[in-house]
């Protein structure tokens, strides 16, 4: 009942411990029962008023020695108990962030990141009590009774047989509310992810909820989760109390029977005063294993369902990790008949075909929900179910590893992250062993030094987020990272959206610098942008519609001369406003 063969059979190790926590609490009974036996004796002699000296120091000595030996093995087992949860909890952590590891980058695609903290960390927790009470109390709660039963059996078989059949009826209550108590954890633990989402999200969009007053709302909708979790904590309560309630009624009832089965035995003369006492002393010890199973049984259960989640986690498919790591450094980018939809029914690219050689300089652009940052996602290993084929220096893009890709591309959005810690930290993330000289060197290029000289200088501690810059700051930053990264491709998603003109104007030339040396895909609302670019990609409705440099579009007169046109005529109004 309730042994799962998958969580036991991971952490295998832990199987000893087990068996030592059951040995010692073993060893703890047999010491009692040494201890039980003294005091009975001891109780019948003093009745019949005709103890010596010598029975008494023997008493004493049995006693304090049980009683060592209980205190001994209790510790023991108890520090079994630790070691056993403690290689559960190391176990499954590791096995957690392995597989994280396995799913990369778009581990988002598959799973929300607040439910993986919730599972790692409390998930794990929850299965303490499974590892480190439950198992080894499941095993000793059949031994207890079974050992009791052979002991009293010489006393007395009829209260011994009595007792015994008693014991089964604890475990038949916990069998009877399994099955409602396993549904009702799910829905439980299903609960309590949900809230964790909206809390994380919510909390995460304050500033904006504050903007909007939608804080208020928010807070409403965040209380009608929050009293559905506390229902649904409630449930659990109440079924948790009520068959601990009838479990206790099991345990006393049956106790109390082996007292009146004692007593009666005593009256007909079936047994003698001493072996009347010990059967009253022992008759609760039968019942206690169990009840106490029990009470783990609870909080195991809880345990399970938070493995159901686990195992959900661990189970999720992996996207192919790639037998290919090193790629050919000649080689450039080859998309041909690109299909790929996020939701079945909904095409967003339809036979895209773009060509980036090495070395080469190219854009994409369109309107807003055309495709651009798809191809730019597909690009970066994301969104692997595509059609088609994308060929990378030669070998196709499902094939190569995370890492390669990674160490091949370098990938700049609109909203980078910058860590919380230095700049130097963040830096370094684009080169490990750079030195200071050159991170400064780097930080001259896109214009930051002066301001970080004023602050603290690689020092400068940022918050998380970067949420102590400008947005241009932050962008400056983010590419000087992306420059020290020094890969052989480069591909800016709108990396200058949402920034003062300067650094937009900064960064821009710092990328058409860049392309003398390296290959550039450069997505760009303006198209001012792109005029230099060797071959631009007008995208429209997730299509490829036109190509070509920037005066061959134009003559074309197609979307991207309107396109053009349009922007050229707005710049021209707000540079009259300005002028005027
Ligand atoms: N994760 C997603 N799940 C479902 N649909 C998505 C997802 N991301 C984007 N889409 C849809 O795909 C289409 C293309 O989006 P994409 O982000 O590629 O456009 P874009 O050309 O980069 O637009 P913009 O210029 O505004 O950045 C949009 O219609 C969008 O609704
Ligand atoms: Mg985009």
Not at 87 to 108: D, Q
Not at 260 to 272: D, E, R
Request: with cysteine.
């Amino acid at each position: 009942m309730m042994i799962d063969k998958r969580l036991i059979g991971i952490v295998g190790q832990s199987r000893k411990y087990i068996a030592g926590n059951v040995a010692y609490q073993w060893c703890a009974l047999l010491a009692n029962l040494i201890m039980m036996i003294a005091i009975a004796n001891l109780l019948t002699n003093l009745y019949q008023r005709e103890f010596e000296a010598g029975t008494l120091i023997l008493t004493a000595g049995a006693l304090i020695v049980a009683i060592a030996i209980r205190f001994y093995c209790a510790l023991q087992s108890s520090r079994m108990s630790y070691l056993s949860s403690k290689t559960v909890k190391k176990t499954l952590r590791r096995m957690i962030y392995e597989k994280l590891l396995r799913l990369g980058a778009s581990y988002n695609e598959r799973i929300r990141t607040s439910e993986i903290v919730q599972i790692a960390v409390e998930g794990v927790e929850q299965l303490e009590t499974y590892f480190g009470a439950y198992l080894p109390q499941f095993a000793y709660a059949m031994l207890a009774p079974l050992t009791l039963f052979v002991v009293l059996s010489f006393v007395n078989f009829p209260s011994a047989v009595v007792l015994l059949i008693c014991v089964p009826m604890i475990p038949a209550a916990i069998a009877a509310v399994q099955t409602w108590a396993k549904k009702l954890l799910a829905k439980y633990w299903g609960q309590y992810t949900a809230l964790g989402d909206t809390f994380l999200e919510n909390l995460q969009g304050l500033t904006t909820l504050k903007i909007y007053r939608a804080d208020e709302y928010k807070n409403e909708e965040m209380n009608v989760e929050a009293e559905k979790f506390r229902k649904i904590t409630m449930k659990v309560l109440v079924m948790q109390l009520n068959s601990i309630t009838i479990m206790d009624l099991i345990a006393y009832g049956g106790a109390a029977l082996g007292v009146i089965m004692a007593i009666t035995q005593f009256i007909a003369g079936n047994v003698g005063m001493a072996g009347c006492l010990l059967i009253i002393l022992l008759s609760a010890d039968f019942f206690i294993p169990m009840r106490l199973l029990g009470s783990f049984f609870h909080i195991a259960m809880n345990g399970m369902a938070a493995s159901g989640k686990i195992f959900a986690l661990l189970d999720l498919d992996e996207p192919n990790p790639g037998d290919i790591v090193t790629l050919d450094p000649a080689g450039g980018i080859m998309i041909e008949g690109l299909d790929f939809a996020y939701e079945a029914e909904r095409p967003i690219l339809k036979n895209v075909r773009m060509d980036f050689p090495i070395g080469s300089f190219s854009a994409i652009v369109g309107e807003s929900g055309c495709g651009k940052s798809t191809v730019a996602a597909i690009l970066m290993g994301r969104n692997k179910d595509y059609k088609g084929s994308v060929m990378f220096g030669g070998s196709e893009l499902k094939r190569i590893s995370e890492d390669e890709l990674m160490r091949r591309v370098t990938y700049v959005s609109h909203q980078s992250h910058l860590f919380k810690g230095t700049v130097r930290d963040n830096l370094r993330m684009g080169r490990p062993d750079a030195s200071d000289s050159a991170l400064w060197e780097m930080l001259e290029r896109v214009k930051l030094a002066d301001f970080l000289r004023s602050e603290n200088g690689l020092d400068t501690l940022l918050l998380e987020r970067g949420a102590n810059l400008s947005g241009g700051q932050c962008q400056r930053l983010a590419l000087a990272r992306a420059l020290l990264h020094d890969s052989a491709i480069y591909i800016f998603d709108e990396a200058t959206s949402n920034i003062d003109v300067e650094s937009e104007n900064d960064i821009i030339r710092e990328i058409h610098a860049l392309a003398r040396t390296k290959t550039i895909v450069l997505i760009s609302h303006r198209l001012a942008n792109v005029v230099p670019a060797d071959q631009i990609y007008v995208m429209d409705q997730g299509a490829v519609v036109e190509s070509g440099r920037h005066e061959t579009l134009l003559a074309n007169q197609g979307i991207y001369q309107r396109l053009w046109t349009a922007q050229q005529n707005l710049e021209n109004f707000t540079n009259q406003e300005a002028n005027a």
